[in-house]
């Protein structure tokens, strides 16, 4: 039995972090994220000194790299996406149009 944290994944943002942990949770890995220091307000740090790593258990880490590599090539395919109903821009996470509500396109 171990407890040591592996690095499996660097999130470009705390928000992706908690994201991928949330996932991967859901995957029933465990998961740790460490706490984001910019956390309460203290703001304007360099991106490089914001803590974006996930860790999971080594037993794991083959599964949680499957999910890991899933995300990267769904978000991938996330792209900004124009509505065919009135043309607006909508962002790669909307699954209908935010102005006019019509469904996102289907893609291949
Ligand atoms: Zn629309």
């Not at 080594?58 to 949680?64: E, F, G, K, T």
């Not at 995300?71 to 909307?94: D, H, R, T, V």
């Amino acid at each position: 039995m171990s407890d040591q944290w592996i690095k499996i994944y660097r999130a470009s943002s705390p928000i992706e972090a908690e994201l991928l942990g949330g996932l991967l949770r859901a995957e029933g890995i465990q998961v740790h994220v460490p706490n984001n220091p910019s956390a309460g307000g203290v703001g304007e740090l360099p991106a490089d000194a914001i803590e974006t790593a996930i860790y999971v258990m080594p037993d794991a880490s083959d599964a949680a790299k499957q999910i890991l590599n899933l995300y990267e090539q769904n978000s991938a395919n996330n792209a900004e996406w124009y509505c065919s109903g009135c043309g607006e821009l909508n962002p790669g996470s909307f699954e209908e149009c935010w102005q006019c509500q019509k469904e996102r396109p289907i893609k291949d």
